[in-house]
């Protein structure tokens, strides 16, 4: 029994190392762990690559975003904030969607990869070390006006949704609650959010002092769409508690190289909470 508990003991600790800023004095010599951009080995790309006929659908610009059309103020917005759970059968509207996205993981300004020509971001609407920003953003659809049920993925470079895979409308809220613990409410949002994460982005910069800075970006996102919830006059609540293989597998990445790190559903919320 003692060794059991001081296996667990020191699992905790090791656990917790994550935490931590580095302990220069106990990390292995720089040279063993040179990040793959001190090599000279080529960056990789800003956003998942997709194909050139893949269905595309037109957000709307951020530009048409303002204090009209989202009348509520920062301090409302961080007062009242608080997870959601009860959610009607009201849809989000596209512009409503449009401005989640935004505000989670919108571009603020890009650049141009001169070694190949294309557009990058540079920066967001959420920090991220060395502007990295290793995340991309799912969508399990089921309630947006003028949008068809599906799992779709932001493409904040060019401000659209790419169309992933069609879903079973009759059973997929059933799914989504299985897939969340047996939490009923996630199955009756308008959208259920998936953040993954691709390491490697942030590898190819920082190495092995990538897994600190990870778990906290994931954090500023989701913060946001909290607020930006509040702002519609929608419901959100975070979820950790999660089935990994079948969250990947559902919006079909590799659970390696990229993997769900955090998921949150939304929807409009009901008159009475």
Not at 68 to 83: C, D, H, M
Not at 240 to 246: E, F, I, S, T, V
Request: charged share 25%; hydrophobic share 35%.
């Amino acid at each position: 029994m003692e060794t059991r508990k001081e296996y667990i003991k020191e699992l905790f600790k090791k656990n917790r190392s994550i935490l931590k800023a580095p302990d220069w004095a106990t990390m292995p010599p720089p040279e063993d762990w040179e990040s793959d951009q001190q090599k000279g080995v080529e960056e990789p790309p800003a956003q998942k690559v997709y194909a050139k006929d893949a269905q595309i659908t037109n957000l709307i610009p951020h530009t048409e975003f303002n204090s009209k059309n989202f009348p509520i103020s920062l301090i409302e917005a961080i007062t009242n904030r608080r997870s959601r759970r009860n959610y009607s059968e009201k849809p989000l509207t596209l512009k409503e969607l449009s401005f989640l996205l935004y505000t989670t993981q919108g571009v603020q300004k890009i650049g141009i990869d001169e070694r190949h020509g294309q557009k990058r971001a540079l920066k967001r609407t959420v920090p991220s070390g060395g502007s990295r920003h290793p995340f991309e953003t799912y969508l399990v659809v089921q309630r947006v006006e003028n949008l068809s049920p599906g799992i779709y993925r932001y493409l904040a470079i060019e401000e659209k949704l790419l169309f992933v895979k069609p879903i079973e409308e009759t059973t997929i809220g059933e799914t989504l609650s299985r897939f969340t613990n047996d939490q009923t409410f996630s199955g009756r949002s308008a959208v259920f959010f998936i953040w993954t994460v691709t390491p490697y982005r942030t590898e190819w910069r920082y190495s092995l002092i990538s897994y600190r800075t990870i778990p906290i970006e994931v954090g500023h996102i989701c913060q946001n769409l909290y607020l930006a919830c509040e702002a519609i006059n929608a419901g959100m609540c975070a979820i950790l508690a999660y089935d990994q293989k079948g969250i990947d597998d559902l919006i079909g990445v590799d659970g390696e190289e990229e993997f769900a790190t955090y998921v949150a559903p939304v929807g409009k919320r009901k008159e009475k909470e």
